[in-house]
């Protein structure tokens, strides 16, 4: 799927013609910068000749153009929710359906339903940690993604109830059999390696609806997206 939305598009005078410092701010998306990690500059390759070579005469200039971006290549946030609650802006919402395509573009979803044991608690403020979903056994939970290395945040936590979490992300583990009480939260964020096209998460060998997801953001590491000049 692709994204389309406004991008600003600016000449930095460094790197081989046709290459610019970019920043695509989609409204698809919340408004999300796609910006590189700490250091490092993101590299777009641009089309239309013509217009390149007008940005390319100056020292510094910005234009906004419109922009398709390939989805896959965009960070993706989606909160784990009861189906009817109020959408988190910027992020896509998860009602427990098994994986497929969804409005958004997206491909995720679970391998079994968890429509059931999704939950909107109307206990804390912040609505990423008021809604969850339970894991089944053997529940798998997997994002259509490109093969490469991803930046995961994962928050697990229950305002109304206490119990043991387990996870795991693309066999790496975040927690292992962790007491969280009612209303603890905790987020992690670790690097992990997407070879097959789906990132998953699983917890492991703990019991039904043990675990609970809040929310996952998804972030790829050093690839950005392709901006075509209209």
Known sequence: GTLTGTGTVKN???????????????????????????????????SG???????AAAASVATTVPATVPSTLVPVRINFQLNGSPVVPGFFP??????????????????????????DRN???????DTLCHFHTGGVWELGVPP??????VSIGDPAYASTYTLNVEGVSYWAAIPLGVGQ????????????????????AAGEMATRINYIEVVP??????CALA
Do not use: C, M
């Not at 590491?221 to 392709?226: K, M």
């Open 221 to 226: 590491v050093g690839r950005y997206a392709v």
């Open 123 to 129: 206990k804390v403020e912040d609505q990423r940690l």
């Open 12 to 46: 930095q005078g460094a790197g081989p013609a046709g290459k610019f410092d970019v920043r695509l701010a989609l409204a698809s998306e919340g408004a999300t910068q796609i910006d590189p990690p700490p250091g490092l500059k993101p590299v777009i390759w641009l």
């Open 148 to 153: 490469g290395s991803y930046d995961v945040t």
């Open 49 to 55: 000749t013509g217009t390149v070579n007008a940005l």
């Open 185 to 204: 939260f905790q987020q992690l964020t670790k690097r992990v390696t997407v070879s097959d096209g789906k990132l998953s998460l699983d917890q492991g």
């Open 94 to 119: 998860d009602y427990g359906d098994v994986y497929g395509s969804r409005t958004s573009g997206r491909l995720y979803g679970w391998n079994k339903a968890h429509t059931t044991v999704t939950r």
